[in-house]
């Protein structure tokens, strides 16, 4: 990832982890989320674990297992997701592509992405070295799970950048199929305009019919007009233009 992109996964984190529950069961529910995690070096998930474990009278350790995700309220689920994320998750914006994913125990990965799925989150899951991940992918679904999590100005640069990128490559594609357009007309303009002189030459285009003669003609006044523009100047359907100036390259062909 690059610097600023970095910058913004971190910022991000620290939004999440500074989410400040009210509600007692969604202090339980983020730290069962957040008690299996591997990152207690991370000085913002040490704060969060402190902060909680306080609000809760230090009551020690959730249980890993204790979280019930089908008896549980949406708002508590998503405390424990955060937790989860918090944790144990990854959000990465290589390349322009956005990529969340949390690692858990292989047995839950099946039951964490039904559970996901279920509220309107579909992710993915597999196994990596005995270990589950579930995945999203979708930009779209990465920033949907962010802002059920509790995601507020990060994301919203997130999303900003994410839809600038789009519009990025939107007209990059948008102006790469009109340079190869421009690039296909230029060269038939050249053929064609190429057939009609050695035509002419000879005297062959004399004798071809009227409709003919006044495509050719109006080729040779504007070259850089599309088949569609020739059509419109000669009140023409554009297969009828289509036809005259392929009969005109097929009667130069030696």
Not at 160 to 174: D, F, P, T, Y
Not at 180 to 191: C, F, K, L, Q, S
Not at 196 to 211: N, Q, W, Y
Request: proline content about 5%; glycine content about 6%.
């Amino acid at each position: 990832m690059t610097a600023p992109d970095r910058d913004l996964v971190l910022a991000l984190r620290a939004e999440l982890a500074a989410i400040d529950p009210s509600r007692e069961c969604d202090r339980e529910a983020e730290r069962a989320g957040l008690e299996p995690g591997t990152r207690w070096r991370d000085a913002t998930l040490a704060r969060l674990a402190v902060r909680l474990a306080r609000r809760d009278g230090d009551r020690g350790p959730a249980p890993a297992h204790a979280f019930d995700w089908a008896t549980r309220p949406d708002h508590c689920r998503m405390a424990w997701l955060r937790g989860r994320f918090l944790a144990r998750g990854s959000l990465s914006l290589a390349n322009g592509q956005t990529h969340l994913e949390i690692v858990i125990p292989a047995d839950e990965a099946p039951e964490v992405a039904a559970n996901l799925a279920s509220a309107g989150m579909p992710a993915s899951w597999r196994l990596r070295r005995g270990t589950g991940v579930v995945t999203w992918k979708s930009a779209e679904l990465v920033s949907l799970v962010l802002r059920r999590m509790g995601g507020g100005p990060s994301l919203l640069e997130l999303e900003v950048r994410q839809v600038s990128r789009a519009l990025r490559g939107e007209l990059n594609r948008v102006i790469n199929a009109e340079s190869a357009n421009v690039t296909r007309t230029v060269a038939a303009a050249g053929r064609q305009l190429d057939a009609i002189e050695a035509l002419s030459s000879d005297g062959r285009l004399a004798e071809e019919p009227a409709r003919v003669r006044q495509v050719a003609a109006a080729r040779r006044e504007t070259p850089e007009a599309t088949l569609t523009e020739l059509a419109e100047r000669l009140a023409l359907n554009r297969s009828t233009v289509q036809r005259a100036l392929d009969r005109i390259e097929r009667l130069a062909l030696p």
